[in-house]
């Protein structure tokens, strides 16, 4: 059998570990799959609304939905994988109650009932389509997000809920996680102990990233990991950070976490108009800054995923130390 052409951007061998969820998860993972067949994602299991929340209540099983995305993000770019990508993603419209489910959602909930474990029947779905990498959950149950939200002229309300935070009105100035030590899932602290390189963000900065840091066990694995990337959004989020500065993502993780020491923060200079005060937060974590444009040229906030795997190789190619800004 011929051997494989070697990915030109690929950098082996490293264990890259990518903590998220959602869309911003899917987009960090398609660009790391680019550098490494040693991946895992490690995903939220916070959600509470649409398909994953309706069979999350009716089921008692961790969410879906994010899983699921991360599972298509890691199909093989075949026609094979390709097409196991939209069945995932498939999502059925009808007058019953398989009504807005997504197919992968159920094809999860069918696996983790016949394995009688999450981890094993997400392997097992790894293994039947073929995925480049490994996903695994955050933690062992589902999560419960909590925010104090602060509105103009009100006084302060509690939200509860992912799907809500997300599409909160007012500013988000504080989230918890019920229950706050859930129960941990074993591969997942022994993936990001073990990784070379752990990548936080991009995605919903209250109810994808910041929770991987609001979990003692989590938290205490990703400080032990071989090194840490902050990616950073690539505009402000309606609802979660309605106001925020590039410099206020990082203060954000840095006030839930004191001893959060990445190696490196990754942004697009074309939101990054804080640049000095983005400079200076990530030089108080010990991080250099680097700039690349990895946003998609179609005018969405959305990463490119070829642009984010070559910032991603610089990343974590460069010498992170007395590092400052690269442009």
Same mark, same amino acid.
């Given at each position: 059998?011929?051997?494989?052409?070697? %990915?030109?951007?690929?950098?082996?061998?490293?264990?890259?570990?990518?903590?998220?969820?959602?869309?911003?998860?899917?987009?960090?993972?398609?660009?790391?799959?680019?550098?490494?067949?040693?991946?895992?994602?490690?995903?939220? @299991?916070?959600?509470?609304?649409? /398909?994953?929340?309706?069979?999350?209540?009716?089921?008692?099983?961790?969410?879906?939905? !994010?899983?699921?995305?991360?599972?298509?993000?890691?199909?093989?770019?075949?026609?094979?994988?390709?097409?196991?990508?939209?069945?995932?993603?498939?999502?059925?419209?009808?007058?019953?109650?398989?009504?807005?489910?997504?197919?992968?959602?159920?094809?999860?909930?069918?696996?983790?009932?016949?394995?009688?474990?999450?981890?094993?029947?997400? %392997?097992?779905?790894?293994?039947?389509?073929?995925?480049?990498?490994?996903?695994?959950?955050?933690?062992?149950?589902?999560?419960?997000?909590?925010?104090?939200?602060?509105?103009?002229?009100?006084? %302060?309300?509690?939200?509860?809920?992912?799907?809500?935070?997300?599409?909160?009105?007012?500013?988000?100035?504080?989230?918890?996680?019920?229950?706050?030590?859930?129960?941990?899932?074993?591969?997942?602290?022994?993936?990001?102990?073990?990784?070379?390189?752990?990548?936080?963000?991009?995605?919903?900065?209250?109810? /994808? @990233?910041?929770?991987?840091?609001?979990?003692?066990?989590?938290?205490?694995?990703?400080?032990?990991?071989?090194?840490?990337?902050?990616?950073?959004?690539?505009?402000?989020?309606?609802?979660?950070? !309605?106001?925020?500065?590039?410099?206020?993502?990082?203060?954000?993780?840095?006030?839930?976490?004191? %001893?959060?020491?990445?190696?490196?923060?990754?942004?697009?200079?074309?939101?990054?108009?804080?640049?000095?005060?983005?400079?200076?937060?990530?030089?108080?974590?010990?991080?250099?800054?680097?700039?690349?444009?990895?946003?998609?040229?179609?005018?969405?906030?959305?990463?490119?995923?070829?642009?984010?795997?070559?910032?991603?190789?610089?990343?974590?190619?460069?010498?992170?130390?007395?590092?400052?800004?690269?442009?």
């Amino acid at each position: 059998m011929a051997e494989r052409a070697l %990915d030109p951007l690929r950098i082996e061998p490293l264990k890259i570990v990518a903590l998220g969820g959602g869309h911003g998860l899917a987009a960090s993972l398609l660009a790391l799959r680019h550098l490494t067949p040693d991946l895992t994602a490690v995903v939220t @299991v916070a959600d509470d609304g649409g /398909s994953s929340g309706r069979l999350r209540q009716e089921m008692g099983i961790l969410p879906p939905g !994010d899983l699921r995305m991360a599972l298509a993000s890691l199909c093989d770019d075949t026609p094979r994988g390709r097409a196991w990508h939209d069945i995932l993603q498939h999502r059925f419209v009808t007058d019953g109650d398989l009504d807005g489910h997504a197919l992968g959602n159920l094809l999860i909930a069918a696996a983790w009932q016949h394995a009688g474990s999450a981890v094993r029947g997400l %392997d097992q779905i790894g293994e039947l389509i073929g995925v480049r990498g490994r996903v695994l959950p955050m933690v062992a149950e589902p999560l419960v997000i909590e925010a104090d939200v602060t509105r103009r002229g009100q006084a %302060d309300i509690v939200v509860r809920g992912q799907s809500r935070v997300a599409v909160t009105s007012g500013r988000v100035s504080n989230v918890r996680l019920l229950p706050q030590e859930p129960e941990m899932c074993t591969e997942t602290i022994e993936a990001i102990r073990a990784a070379d390189w752990v990548v936080l963000g991009p995605g919903s900065w209250y109810t /994808s @990233v910041l929770p991987h840091l609001q979990v003692r066990q989590l938290r205490e694995a990703i400080h032990a990991a071989g090194h840490l990337a902050l990616t950073l959004n690539l505009q402000q989020q309606e609802g979660e950070t !309605d106001g925020f500065t590039a410099a206020d993502h990082v203060r954000v993780l840095r006030e839930v976490d004191p %001893d959060l020491r990445p190696d490196v923060v990754v942004a697009d200079p074309g939101w990054v108009d804080d640049v000095g005060q983005l400079e200076e937060v990530a030089a108080e974590l010990g991080a250099g800054l680097l700039l690349r444009q990895v946003r998609a040229d179609d005018g969405t906030a959305r990463h490119d995923p070829l642009r984010l795997a070559a910032a991603y190789r610089d990343a974590f190619s460069a010498t992170w130390g007395d590092v400052a800004r690269e442009a």
